[in-house]
């Protein structure tokens, strides 16, 4: 079983509707979390922190829940531009060197005009 | 943002050859830099971490003598793929970070050898 597992997608969408990602972890040691996009043959970008308490930045909105080690990730109002892979990412380290990201497959979102 | 470049962008070279790729801080010092390695339809995979002026801490089956890492200053980290085969063809991505957590990626490196 892999440590950060995500339904690989892809998922096809009109423009301007919701989508969600979810994302399960399974090493409760896992200290931070985020949200990363990767489009076609290009580096990682982060797009977001996620806390336990949700957090929301513009049309998207990312909410932990330690307790079942699940993460979601919401996009509203899709545009063309959302269309990349988006990648759940856990830390396992306290930052520095100590810092191990381990990265889920990714789920393709691909929106369509 | 903070800036990390990487250098080459893309490489082909024959087996049996090495291929050097630099990852370089740009606008900050970076105190750790790690080395990814992303195979088509995978995810990316840690295969290093690498300290300025220490020795890089591989991570399980990544064999060090083949995948050489130098982090000689705050700014540059050095990998090295000596004797590539056609199976080390991939994206190999660099991030750096500083004092904070924030990882910060390079634009990444294809290798494809022949």
């Known amino acids: 079983r892999k440590e950060v597992e995500q339904d690989p997608g892809p998922f096809n969408v009109p423009e301007g509707a919701t989508v969600a990602f979810n994302c399960t972890y399974s090493?409760?040691?896992?200290?931070?979390f985020f949200w990363y996009r990767q489009d076609c043959r290009k580096e990682p970008k982060l797009l977001m922190s996620v806390y336990s308490s949700g957090n929301e930045d513009g049309r998207f909105t990312a909410q932990l829940n330690r307790a079942s080690q699940y993460i979601s990730l919401l996009i509203r109002d899709s545009k063309l531009s959302d269309s990349a892979t988006y990648l759940c990412v856990v830390n396992r380290g306290y930052g520095g060197a100590t810092n191990k990201l381990i990265f889920g497959t990714g789920t393709l979102l691909a929106v369509q005009p | 943002g903070a800036v990390v470049s990487q250098h080459p962008s893309w490489v082909i070279c024959k087996s049996g050859t090495s291929v050097k790729i630099e990852c370089r801080s740009l606008?900050?010092?970076?105190?750790?830099m790690f080395w990814y390695r992303q195979f088509p339809k995978q995810s990316l995979m840690l295969m290093a971490t690498?300290?300025?002026?220490?020795?890089?801490?591989?991570e399980q089956g990544v064999e060090k003598d083949k995948f050489l890492i130098n982090h000689a200053s705050l700014t540059l980290s050095t990998l090295t793929v000596t004797s590539a085969h056609p199976e080390d063809s991939s994206f190999y991505i660099c991030?750096?970070?500083?004092?904070?957590?924030?990882?910060?990626f390079g634009p990444g490196t294809r290798l494809l050898v022949l």
């Open positions: 606008d900050f010092q970076a105190t750790t």
């Open positions: 690498s300290n300025e002026g220490s020795k890089a801490t591989y």
């Open positions: 991030s750096a970070t500083g004092s904070r957590e924030t990882q910060y």
């Open positions: 090493n409760s040691a896992s200290q931070s």
